[in-house]
């Protein structure tokens, strides 16, 4: 049998004015904003908690937010770093010049403390949440979504709405609604991270990590020759997270994929903390804690938008008229395989990336969001429009987050304007970011 035909009856759920799928950086984001500015917000996760791989994929370090200079990342997201410094969730090394000012740094945090402040900041912008619960269909006429269908432990639901932003990562939504997509053939393969306690960080040296990786791995530590390891880093007085080990040749836009890339990440979990306590100073009573409930992935699908962000708009330092956010982090493409010839490739376009200088920075356009020619339908965060190699700088939380500040900001001025969302007056748009504290050029 083919195919198999369900017809049934489910209970319709309230509408709401904005309905957003993913409870991601790009997801949280543009439901606080979007419930600041007075909608009623429905935000839909599939996992127990907000933040996605910032707290159910454990990766514990926001990308660089400044060039150098000066702060690039502005908004929600700077707001939800401050407040997580004064409450001493971020790792005790941290301080204010690493998000306000430092040249590609990055700034560890723990997860624990991320959710706990997500949770706040929707609960007092007045948006609903449901945990556990996935998309499993949109209701769509033309050009416009009208609802769509979920699915929690309360079973099915219809839930209809006026405006919808699809912040997945996988654009789910915007594929459900017959919005045209792009994948990449070659994508990244994922990590599944992990957090280790009982590191002397006093005594750890990373300078010698990576010569003796090379080590272990012609000892025989490995399952696999992977010799890009991005390392542990310090999120705790004793704790680290890593992460390392890629899952190589797993598709995760099949179940399968996801499957075998989960139980392989966590077989690579114990390879490196074999090879920690045992090559490394520091780490002799390093222990393994726990693997991430969310694989690492870093690309899968992606929309094509009103514009496509490209690698010459990076390498040209380019600035848009509707930009919604500027950002100078580098392009961050890892390796396919753990062949010789894929790390060469790796190493020699790692070098011809054109990396951005102190003081540089390229701009976000609006554009990037809304799936050509659609009314009510952005997609913020990883499923933006860009191309393969500008994506590798912007698939990461701080530029995530503007994008769903973005988003969620643009549905409210759809609704208030009746502009569609290729339509929207982006003049106007930016004014109620820069209101925001959005850093827009």
């Known amino acids: 049998m ?42 839909v996760e599939q996992t127990g908690c907000l933040g996605g791989m910032g707290t159910s994929g454990l990766v514990n370090a926001f990308d660089p937010m400044a060039d150098g200079e000066r702060q690039l990342v502005g908004g929600i997201m700077s707001e939800i770093v401050e407040e997580m410094y004064e409450r001493s969730f971020l790792a005790p090394q941290v301080r204010p ?46 050009q416009k979504v009208n609802g769509v269908v979920i699915h929690n432990i309360e079973g099915l639901s219809y839930v209809p709405g006026r405006m919808f932003i699809d912040a997945t990562g996988d654009a789910v939504l915007a594929d459900l609604a017959g919005a045209e997509c792009r994948t990449n053939p070659e994508f990244m393969p994922g990590t599944l991270a992990s957090l280790y306690g009982g590191i002397e960080w006093d005594k750890v040296d ?34 680290g997270y890593l992460n390392g080990g890629h899952l190589f040749n797993k598709d995760p836009l099949t179940c399968s994929g996801r499957t075998e890339g989960m139980m392989l990440g966590r077989r690579l979990a114990q390879e490196y903390q074999s090879f920690y306590r045992n090559y490394l100073k520091g780490y ?14 870093r690309e899968t699908r992606r929309i094509l938008g009103e514009y496509e ?23 961050d493409i890892h390796v396919r395989d753990c062949s010789d010839e894929e790390y060469e490739r790796f190493l020699e376009e790692k070098d ?21 020619g659609w009314e009510n339908l952005w997609a ?32 409210v001025q759809s609704i208030d304007t009746g502009q569609a969302a290729f339509e929207i007056d982006t003049d106007k748009l930016r004014d109620t970011l820069a209101e925001a504290d959005v850093i827009l050029d």
Request: charged fraction near 25%; hydrophobic fraction near 40%.
């Open 2 to 43: 083919d195919t198999f035909t369900l017809q049934r009856t489910i209970p319709a759920d309230k509408e709401y004015d904005i309905i957003i799928a993913g409870g991601g950086p790009a997801g949280t984001a543009a439901a606080i904003a979007a419930g600041r500015l007075g909608e009623t917000v429905l935000l």
């Open 97 to 142: 010049d690493f998000w306000r000012k430092r040249y590609h740094c990055w700034t560890p945090f723990k997860s624990e403390g991320l959710k706990l402040v997500l949770d706040e900041k929707v609960i007092d912008a007045g948006v609903d949440v449901k945990f556990y619960t996935r998309l499993v269909e949109a209701d769509v006429t033309g």
């Open 206 to 239: 990373r300078g010698v990590e990576w010569e003796n990786l090379v080590k272990a791995i012609e000892d025989g530590y490995f399952t696999q020759r992977d010799r890009h390891l991005p390392g542990m880093s310090r999120v705790g007085d004793t704790i």
């Open 284 to 297: 002799e009573n390093a222990e393994l804690v726990c693997t991430a409930n969310l694989m690492g992935v």
């Open 309 to 331: 962000l490209t690698i010459d708009d990076y390498r040209a330092r380019a600035q848009f008229p509707d930009q919604i956010g500027v950002f100078n982090k580098f392009v």
């Open 352 to 372: 011809k990336s054109g990396r951005l200088g102190e003081g540089e920075c390229f701009g976000l356009p609006y554009r990037i969001l809304v799936p050509k």
């Open 380 to 411: 913020a965060g990883r499923c933006n429009s860009s191309d393969i190699q500008v994506h590798g700088s912007i698939r990461v939380m701080p530029a995530a987050a503007m994008m769903g500040q973005a988003a969620g900001t643009a549905a």
